[in-house]
């Protein structure tokens, strides 16, 4: 998919519009501004060819909480981290194919911005 998010995730509630890259070369972006004590779990499918994915985090929650959790194919959790905490990472290992990303917003107000890679290696 181009552009866009998981057709079968769905919407955003009113206020909340990520803008949303998934492009099917094993990158994904999502960016959101100005939240506003938002807690609609999020979920998108994303292809991962690969059996570790880097992760840059940037943002600013200025107010409750939000996660981002990466699950590979077989549905293990392979990566969990506060958005409210910058920086990069690298997944555990997981099973190449389809991952699900999930972000989990609790109360949450402010800005998130992630990206995540596929990398073949540790």
């Keep these: 998919m181009a552009c866009g998010s998981d057709p079968a995730t769905p919407l955003p509630t009113p206020g909340v519009n990520p803008e949303i890259i998934n492009l099917g070369d094993g990158n994904f972006q999502f960016q959101v501004t ?9 979920q998108y499918t994303w292809a991962n060819a690969d059996s570790y994915a880097d992760v840059d985090q940037s943002g600013t929650i200025t107010g409750g909480t939000a996660l981002l959790r990466l699950l590979d194919a077989d549905g293990t959790e392979v990566y969990s981290g506060d958005l409210s905490e910058g920086g990069s990472s690298v ?32």
């Design 34 to 42: 100005a939240m506003s004590n938002y807690s609609t779990r999020l």
């Design 91 to 122: 997944s555990s290992a997981g099973t190449p194919g389809d991952w699900t990303i999930v972000i989990d917003p609790t109360s949450a107000s402010g800005d998130v911005n992630f990206r995540v890679d596929s990398r073949p290696t540790e």
